[in-house]
C-alpha cells in the first residue's frame, strides 16, 4: 500500500518481483506507472490533468471568469495547458498499437500500461486503486490501459475507489477521513 511514489513502489514490486506472497497492492493517488533515470517530474501528465480538471470546474463559476478577464489568471498557462491535454489524449488513443508494434519488434524498455496489468493479474495479484476525486490518477489509469482496465475490472482484479473532497495528499482532516474509513472498510470486508 502506498500514496503517490509508494503507489509506484508498490505498483513496481508486484510487476518486477517473481514472489508468491504478493497478493494484493493497493496503490493510492499514483501519478506515474513508469519512471526512468532522468525522467522530469515537473512536466508530468499528471500536472497537465490537474489543471485541466480544475479548469473544468472553474469554466462554470463567474467568479473565476471575472478574474480571468481582470487579468488576475494566467491565460498564458490554460493555452498551454489545452494542446498538451489534447496532446496526451491522441497519444493515448495511439500508444497501445504502437507498443505492441514495438514489442513485436524486440524492444524490451516499452512503457506498457496495459500490458503490466495484465501481467501482474497473470501473478494472481490483486489491485485496488484508491483515488481521489479530484486527482487524476483514474484518468491516467484510463488513457494508459483502457480497455484492460474495464476488462480487469470486471473480473474484479482491480478495483477502485474514489475518495470524494480530497486532493491528491489528503491534506485536509475530512479527505483523511474518508481515505482511512474506504481502506478500513475494504480490509474488513476483504480479510474477515
Not at 489568471?73 to 488513443?93: C, D, F, G
Request: with cysteine; glycine share 6%.
Amino acid at each position: 500500500m502506498g500514496l503517490c511514489s509508494g503507489a509506484y513502489a508498490s505498483f513496481q514490486t508486484a510487476l518486477h518481483l517473481n514472489d508468491d506472497s504478493i497478493q494484493e497492492i493497493i496503490p493510492v493517488n499514483p501519478l506515474t506507472f513508469h519512471w526512468r533515470e532522468g525522467m522530469s517530474l515537473d512536466a508530468s501528465p499528471a500536472e497537465y490533468y490537474m489543471d485541466w480538471g480544475a479548469y473544468r470546474q472553474s469554466m462554470w463559476k463567474k467568479d473565476r471568469w471575472k478574474q480571468l478577464l481582470r487579468g488576475e489568471k494566467n491565460i498564458r498557462h490554460i493555452l498551454k495547458t489545452l494542446p498538451m491535454v489534447l496532446e496526451l489524449k491522441i497519444i493515448a488513443v495511439f500508444k497501445p498499437l504502437v507498443n505492441r508494434i514495438r514489442r513485436l519488434m524486440g524492444a524490451r524498455d516499452v512503457e506498457d500500461l496495459a500490458l503490466d496489468l495484465e501481467l501482474i493479474s497473470k501473478k494472481g495479484v490483486a489491485i485496488r486503486f484508491f483515488i481521489s476525486e479530484s486527482d487524476p490518477g483514474y484518468q491516467l489509469l484510463i488513457e494508459g490501459a483502457g480497455k484492460t482496465v474495464k476488462k480487469l475490472m470486471e473480473k474484479k482484479v482491480v478495483e477502485v475507489s474514489f475518495i470524494p473532497k480530497a486532493n491528491h495528499n489528503f491534506s485536509s482532516h475530512l479527505g483523511r477521513s474518508r481515505l482511512l474509513a474506504q481502506v478500513g472498510q475494504y480490509f474488513s470486508s476483504r480479510y474477515h
